[in-house]
């Protein structure tokens, strides 16, 4: 199991501004990854929660950019996508693009960006890592943590 081993993160977003960009696609395991996204948000008292929607996960990144280099620039970024398994290589080249141009927005601007892209070979997966009832972890969730986690970690290095 993947959660074995995670931190348990007490955080306090109290005063932060963050933007969930969320992909469309696999609407069912994406809606449950807003939603614990914006639970785990709220529960850690973040000021002011903006929701962005693009078309799939292969547009997080640049969505995220966009918004790390704009004069309003939030404290931190929650990227929620799924990308499921199939017979081509795809799965690949959509994962390793969306991986690096988050890693990048993160690394170039120093705004931290909370990963919550699952890359799973099977629906089954990703439905089990997207907080729905019955799931064993929820990615939304988590990747709000530790983008709150991170900003809280940085503050005194501005």
């Known amino acids: ?12 977003g109290n005063g932060l501004r963050v933007v969930v960009i969320a992909a469309q696609w696999h609407e069912q395991i994406m809606t449950a990854l807003v939603e614990g996204t914006q639970r785990a948000l709220n529960e850690a008292n973040v000021s002011e929660v903006s929701v962005v929607r693009v078309p799939g996960s292969f547009e997080l ?3 995220a950019a966009r918004i790390a280099r704009s004069k309003d620039a939030p404290d931190a970024i929650v990227a929620l996508g799924v990308v499921i398994r199939g017979g081509t290589p795809h799965f690949d080249f959509v994962c390793t693009a969306a991986t690096d141009g988050l890693n990048s927005v993160a690394l170039e601007t120093g705004i931290p960006v909370g ?12 439905l089990d890592r997207s907080g729905l009832p019955g799931s064993s972890e929820d990615k939304g969730a988590e990747a709000a943590q530790a983008a709150i986690a991170t900003v809280r970690a940085l503050e005194n290095w501005r």
């Open 61 to 63: 990144s640049v969505a």
């Open 1 to 12: 199991m993947s959660k074995e081993g995670s931190p348990a993160i007490q955080v306090d």
């Open 115 to 126: 990963f919550g892209l699952l890359t799973c070979d099977t629906e089954q997966q990703a």
